[in-house]
Each structure stands twice: as C-alpha cells, then as structure tokens.
Nanobody, 124 residues
Framework: QVQLVESGGGLVQAGGSLRLSCAASGRTFSSYTMGWFRQAPGKEREFVAVMSWSGGSTAYADSVKGRFTISRDNAKNTVYLQMNSLKPEDTAVYYC?????????????????WGQGTQVTVSS
C-alpha cells in the first residue's frame, strides 16, 4: 500500500514552467515504478511520463517529449515532473501513479495507486 499526494499545480502563462511534486508514503517507495498522467475536461486520462523503480529507464508521451522531465528522489519519497515551455493544450488535472512493475508502464490500468490530482492551467 502506498499513498500519493500531488502538489505544485497552478495557473501559468504559455511558455512558462511548473514543477509538480508527488509525495509518497510507504516503506517500499523505492520499489515502485512512478508515472504521471493527465486528464483534460471531457477527455480520457492519458499517459505523460514514467520512471522505472530503479530510475534507470524513462518514457514520455510524444506530446511532451523534450519539454517535460520526470525525476525521483527515493530518499525523500518524492517524484517530480518538471514542465517547461508550457502550452494551453497542457491544461489538465495531473495525476501521480505508482505500480509494482519494475519496467516503465504507460497504461492507466497497469497502475495500482493514484493521487488525488493537481490542476494545471496554461493561459494564452
């Protein structure tokens, strides 16, 4: 069992940056692959980024590649999503998720635990 709490969302102008944090509770945080997903109003939840539990393997959605960076600090039980060059189409609720699979996973049903989400709004 692991509990996840996202923070760092907010309102930002196009071209700006935000850094999302996901604080995890649980004694086996370092053994979880961590992912970020997002969901815009009226749309399906979509994959954004993932990092394996070892931290040695990452994957990104094509829409954010080169702009977003996922990282983790196992000592702090925290995973981050650095978002640069934000666009209005990045507006969504962003969710942190965890799975016991050791390799990166990109589908929502492959994740066991989810945070409550944090709103990111990018204005033009």
């Amino acid at each position: 069992q692991v509990q996840l709490v996202e923070s760092g969302g907010g309102l930002v102008q196009a071209g700006g940056s935000l850094r999302l944090s996901c604080a995890a509770s649980g004694r086996t945080f370092s053994s979880y692959t961590m992912g970020w997903f997002r969901q815009a109003p009226g749309k399906e939840r979509e994959f954004v980024a993932v990092m394996s539990w070892s931290g040695g393997s990452t994957a990104y959605a094509d829409s954010v590649k080169g702009r977003f960076t996922i990282s983790r600090d196992n000592a702090k039980n925290t995973v981050y999503l650095q978002m640069n060059s934000l666009k209005p189409e990045d507006t969504a609720v962003y969710y942190c998720a965890a799975t016991g699979y050791p390799a990166p996973r990109q589908r929502t049903y492959e994740y066991n635990y989810w945070g409550q989400g944090t709103q990111v709004t990018v204005s033009s």
